[in-house]
């Protein structure tokens, strides 16, 4: 069973804090992991991908990936209200044919107070 | 480029009932994928294509897809149910692994 576990939240942080989200999933031989931000009644828009073990930063964003622990997380620096959102996390299963879907976790809601 | 594009944005459909959600991109992407998002429940595949011509499930019942060229990927629901009243996500991306999806605007369907 394939399996994408996300906090539900809500995720509650004042504006300026570092937002932390986190994900963990299920199959080790996983190669590609996404973080999708999705707006209220909105579709989900891609804002950082990560394939290898270590950090990947983009402006305020940051993807962290440790693959021994089935771990990758999104870090959220000077938090903006604007940064409101639901977060999916999604990961790329292995398969021989390498042409997989996008496997979902249930989505971490983050609400910055101003 | 349109990106993907969805229709209709809303519908409401009668119990039995059968339509087809369109789906295009104009990206060339291979790989196109259904999804169904009910409150709390994530994004649920549906169904998904890796190429003109080949399709595969997640969720037999229900629904049919077919994907006769690249760019449309057209979802079937064959005889509504209560249980389809969702939103309806196409996505699409390039034929690698580690390319992530863009999505359509998504369709809202309610069966009663």
């Known amino acids: 069973q394939k399996e994408v576990e996300q906090n539900s939240g809500p995720l509650s942080v004042p504006e300026g804090a570092i937002a932390s989200l986190n994900c963990t999933y299920s199959?080790?031989?996983?190669?590609?992991f996404f973080w999708y931000r999705q707006y209220s009644g909105k579709s989900p828009e891609l804002i950082m991908s990560?394939?290898?073990?270590g950090d990947k930063e983009d402006g305020r964003f940051t993807a962290q990936l440790n693959k021994a622990s089935q771990y990758v997380s999104l870090l959220i620096r000077d938090s903006q209200p604007s940064d409101s959102a639901t977060y999916l996390c999604a990961v790329n299963w292995a398969l021989n044919s390498g042409n997989t879907p996008l496997v979902f976790g249930k989505g971490t809601r983050l609400s910055v107070i101003a | 480029n349109a990106g993907v594009t969805q229709t209709p944005k809303f519908h409401i459909l009668k119990t039995g009932q059968s339509m087809t959600l369109q789906c295009a991109q104009d990206m060339n992407h291979g790989y196109m994928s259904w999804y169904r998002q009910d409150p709390g429940m994530g994004l649920r595949l549906i169904y998904y294509?890796?190429?003109?011509?080949?399709t595969d499930k997640e969720v037999p019942n229900g629904y049919n897809v077919s994907r006769l060229n690249t760019e449309d990927f057209p979802l079937r629901l064959v005889s509504a149910a209560p249980s389809q009243t969702s939103v309806y996500l196409c996505?699409?991306?390039?034929?690698?692994?580690?390319?992530?999806?863009?999505f359509g605007s998504g369709t809202r369907l309610t069966v009663v």
């Open positions: 294509s890796a190429a003109a011509g080949t």
């Open positions: 199959d080790r031989g996983s190669q590609s």
């Open positions: 990560i394939y290898s073990n």
């Open positions: 996505a699409s991306r390039w034929d690698r692994r580690n390319y992530g999806y863009t």
